[in-house]
């Protein structure tokens, strides 16, 4: 059976989740993390109407090798499929969890789910190892832009020194009720933490 499998992993995770001196931002990073790779791969899968099956030998559409930590390995009976879901899924990255970097692989392969002793070798080696070996040849080779440009004429996040493109209201990180201009990254952590931990 032909086998496509990606690998999605984030990039400076340590960077973007300790990005700021405020712990709400951190706690809020870190769940943005948590989710874009547990919640949001599972919603994208269910919108594309693909089956995702527990059983290794017996999947048709996907199968979920790992996923957490800020990484996920996914298997595919398609190339298109894989794609589809990397489209999608760096789509809702650039709104769900903005300057989060990732870098996706695929690697195309065949095997034989009929031999019950090898299978699972032949995964690793012929998916697994490619997809990490790719990875590590291809993670410094580009650098996506993910942040707002500035121009000169805008002024700079308090909390991470990128540029202001975000409107919050105070009452969500202090009793105060006035706004506070801020990054789209550090605006949307405040908010996943203030969603999550009320």
């Not at 000169?152 to 209201?169: A, K, M, N």
Request: a negative charge; one cysteine or more.
């Amino acid at each position: 059976m032909n086998v496509t499998g990606v690998l999605l992993d984030s990039r400076g995770i340590q960077n973007y989740i300790f990005s700021s001196n405020t712990l709400k931002i951190n706690i809020g990073a870190s769940i943005l993390v948590q989710k874009i790779y547990d919640q949001k791969i599972l919603e994208i899968i269910n919108n594309m109407d693909l089956k995702i099956t527990e059983d290794l030998q017996d999947f048709n559409d996907g199968y979920s090798l790992f996923q957490g930590g800020g990484n996920a390995i996914l298997l595919f009976s398609s190339r298109k499929i894989a794609e589809e879901l990397v489209f999608r899924w760096t789509t809702e990255l650039l709104q769900y969890a903005p300057g989060l970097q990732t870098s996706v692989t695929i690697v195309c392969a065949k095997i034989d789910f009929d031999d019950p002793v090898n299978y699972k070798l032949e995964l690793k080696e012929k998916i697994v190892d490619r997809l990490y070996d790719r990875f590590n040849r291809e993670k410094d080779e580009s650098i996506p832009i993910i942040e707002s440009p500035s121009f000169g004429i805008t002024d700079r996040c308090i909390y991470s020194g990128l540029v202001t493109d975000f409107v919050l209201p105070l009452n969500l990180i202090s009793d105060k009720n006035n706004k506070l201009v801020i990054s789209s990254q550090v605006g949307r952590k405040l908010k996943i933490h203030n969603e999550n931990t009320s």
